[in-house]
């Protein structure tokens, strides 16, 4: 296993990078910021213990490489053009990847083969991996704040990556935390709040270059789900104990304003011409319209049901996926005339969503089943439940290698492919 890592990597030798091998037995308001002079704290990897756990007796191997300022990873082949749609392929699970660092609330599918997990105030970082599950880098989540301009003195931070966002032109990625540790913060937080329970907290934007944050933006409190509008201008993110979203100029890295929503805003989908996000209000039952330029809410969804969570808008901007996760359910809604078009129940506690690229199939994380549901939209019906254990709860689909990436809360990455033949799913 070693012979063949260090094969694998005698092109990085050969340029002069360090390469360390360790054999173990174990794996264990507004205001302006500027661009990040001191350089954040990152890893990046060549090779990292990954997939399947080995036998019983086998070492995992990781390999390190030392720091370099771009990333060394090579874009992923394409799949096989099989003429069919993606509601006409089935799931089959590829591999399953493990590491110490790895504790993902959600995974992000990325440019040139990256997948991004957040692994919260458990691990403290993000981990980038390549498309076999591959360690890239481990961006750590503490950051000085006097760097940014957030404070006139020092002031040392640490966050809790829980969600995160690409830029359109795969630049940067957009990082929530949960919240802040620090002197000045409590200790705690949790999702059973009251607004003004807990602190501000910030989102960090990481150069996908150097997988270095270079920018730090403040947010209301407990900041989860978060989108970049089409254009690039802003981002929108779900402040869930603030009450509110925060709207943020993504050029000029500053919060230009929060739209108070009501209790517990989670997910957010902006529509194609940037003007406009839906929000869902978990706590309040409600899907709200907010408009980025007068930063208002425009109108309210009556078909959103109670506990609408996660929500992903058709290309066409007439139809709006949610699930509702007390519910158990998913439902599509016709945006023209605010009415349900189909429900399905797919298991218990029904939590974020990811759509094919042809927008056939919808992918399903349930919770408390430890099942993925895969769904055809056009009728809503279940075409495949797959059972994965744990608790399966971020999920995202890369339409360059049909890939389905499942981030299970319990420490794992589960990784399925959509394939032709549904007989290799049995």
Not at 81 to 98: A, C, H, K, N, P
Request: proline fraction near 4%; charged fraction near 25%; charge should be negative.
């Amino acid at each position: 296993m070693v012979d063949s890592l260090l094969r694998r990597m005698s092109p990085l030798m050969a340029t002069g990078f360090a390469i360390v091998v360790i054999a173990s037995c174990s794996s264990d308001g507004a205001v302006e910021t500027n661009l990040r002079e001191t350089p954040a704290s990152v890893e990046i990897f060549a090779e990292s213990s990954t997939t399947a756990a080995p036998e019983t007796g086998e070492a995992l191997v990781t390999t390190t490489v030392a720091p370099t300022t771009t990333s060394t990873t090579s874009l992923p082949p394409g799949p096989i053009d099989d003429g069919l749609r993606s509601d006409e392929r089935w799931l089959v699970e590829l591999f399953q990847v493990t590491n110490a660092d790895l504790k993902p609330k959600s995974v992000v599918v990325g440019p040139r083969g990256l997948v991004f997990a957040q692994n919260m105030m458990y691990r403290h970082n993000v981990l980038v991996f390549d498309q076999f599950g591959v360690v890239v880098a481990r961006i750590d989540d503490s950051v000085d704040l006097q760097d940014f301009g957030l404070s006139e003195e020092s002031q040392l931070v640490r966050g809790a990556p829980v969600e995160a966002a690409v830029s359109p032109d795969g630049q940067y990625l957009w990082v929530s935390n949960y919240k802040m540790y620090g002197d000045r913060y409590q200790s705690n937080a949790n999702d059973e709040c009251g607004r003004g329970d807990w602190e501000d907290s910030f989102v960090y934007r990481v150069n996908l270059n150097t997988f270095e944050i270079d920018g730090v933006v403040p947010t209301g409190a407990v900041p989860k789900f978060l989108q970049v509008s089409p254009d690039g201008r802003r981002l929108v993110v779900a402040n869930w104990c603030g009450f509110d979203v925060s709207v943020i100029d993504t050029e000029r890295l500053i919060e230009i304003g929060r739209v108070d929503l009501g209790r517990h805003p989670r997910g957010v989908a902006i529509t194609n011409d940037s003007s406009k996000a839906y929000v869902t209000v978990m706590g309040a039952e409600r899907i709200d319209l907010v408009d980025l330029e007068t930063l208002t809410v425009e109108s309210s969804l009556t078909s959103s049901g109670i506990t609408p969570r996660h929500i992903v808008l058709s290309d066409d901007g007439k139809t709006l996926l949610s699930s509702n996760h007390l519910m158990d359910t998913v439902r599509s809604i016709d945006l023209e005339t605010d009415s349900v078009i189909g429900t399905v129940r797919t298991g218990s506690q029904t939590r974020s969503l990811a759509v094919s690229d042809d927008e056939t199939a919808l992918y399903v994380v349930n919770y408390l089943d430890g099942t993925i549901s895969k769904v055809r939209t056009s009728d809503m019906e279940i075409l495949q439940t797959v059972s994965v254990g744990g608790r399966p709860v971020g999920i995202s689909y890369d339409p360059v290698t049909r890939r389905l990436w499942v981030a299970d809360y319990e420490g794992r990455l589960i990784v399925f492919e959509d394939q032709a033949d549904e007989s290799q799913g049995s």
